[in-house]
């Protein structure tokens, strides 16, 4: 409960530096272009982007021994999708669907590891993804870039010396625990049968958010040709990995804001154009709002379907 209220405070304090420093005119002008050819190119990406997403969390619970239809997986996604966008943090949808598969498969240790390990999973193609698209076209971060891929080979070769220090076997619980991820690692990541799967959907995921940040843009008025606008959108969609938001706004459109002005474009733009696509992946989550709505209404219809045979038996109990 404390680091929830920190990361909703921490969101808007950095909507109110944002304000104070550029108003709050892009906000409303960046929501005011929206048009409806833009929304209905949002849905179409954000329906792609939920199925792969709903694919690569079926792969990776396979590999776990927990069995997930994807039709499932899709219903659960988008609403996660939803809650995302919709309550602070940005992860509470992933917690809900993760809890929820567990306890539907009998098993909340594995159902939370899938949702984990699929995140993680996408988090890293994501990253890999992002290095070389910023290596490849001119961006404020590229001067830096060896620096960070230095820092990145150096945290994957000190987490691979930890799993062959640490034993495998024991009683300890970091022996436990390394076994357990060198266990997962194994059946889902490094799996034969899951491993192209988890690319394939994990980058054209990543494609789609670009797509849709791009699709901003254009919609925020950006004329810059696209080659200037992909790293800016770019680290844009990269701070939307820090918890610090309030309903996805807060970090994306600072970073936007800094991105947009170190290029020669203005501040406020990166504020709009993070504004738009902050509505555009609202709209695009709108399916989850039904599967929440379609799973209230299923309760109170199977509650009263159970009523009459209890209350049969207790007036044959009454009258016996």
Request: with cysteine; aromatic share 6%; net charge positive.
């Amino acid at each position: 409960m404390f680091w929830s209220w920190v990361r909703a405070l921490g969101g808007i304090g950095l909507l109110g530096v944002l304000v104070w420093q550029v108003g709050s005119g892009p906000f409303l002008d960046g929501l005011a272009l929206i048009d409806g050819p833009a929304l209905a190119l949002a849905l179409a990406i954000g329906a792609v982007t939920t199925v792969c997403g709903a694919w690569r969390w079926t792969l990776v619970a396979d590999g776990l021994g927990v069995r997930l239809p994807l039709r499932t997986a899709v219903a659960h996604c988008y609403r996660a999708v939803f809650l995302n966008a919709t309550l602070p943090g940005g992860v509470l949808g992933d917690v809900h669907r993760a809890v929820r598969h567990g306890r539907d498969a009998g098993d909340v240790g594995r159902g939370v590891r899938a949702v984990v390990w699929e995140r993680t999973a996408g988090q890293v193609v994501q990253v890999v993804l992002a290095v070389v698209l910023l290596a490849a076209f001119p961006s404020p971060v590229r001067p830096y870039l060896p620096v960070v891929v230095g820092l990145l080979v150096a945290g994957a070769l000190v987490v691979a010396l930890a799993a062959r220090v640490v034993p495998r076997a024991g009683r300890s619980r970091w022996a436990r625990a390394v076994g357990a991820v060198a266990g997962d690692l194994r059946a889902v990541l490094l799996a034969r049968r899951t491993r192209l799967g988890v690319l394939l959907s994990s980058a054209v995921m990543v494609a789609g958010h670009l797509g849709t940040f791009l699709l901003a843009a254009r919609t925020a008025g950006a004329t810059a040709p696209l080659s200037r606008l992909l790293p800016l959108t770019l680290l844009a969609l990269l701070a939307m990995g820090l918890p610090l938001n309030v309903a996805g706004f807060g970090p994306r459109e600072g970073v936007a804001a800094w991105a947009f002005g170190a290029a020669g474009l203005t501040a406020a733009q990166g504020v709009a154009t993070a504004t738009v696509y902050g509505a555009l992946v609202l709209v695009a989550s709108l399916p989850g709002a039904a599967v929440l709505l379609h799973r209230r209404m299923r309760k109170p219809l199977a509650l009263g379907r159970r009523i009459p045979p209890l209350l049969g038996r207790r007036e044959a109990a009454q009258r016996g």
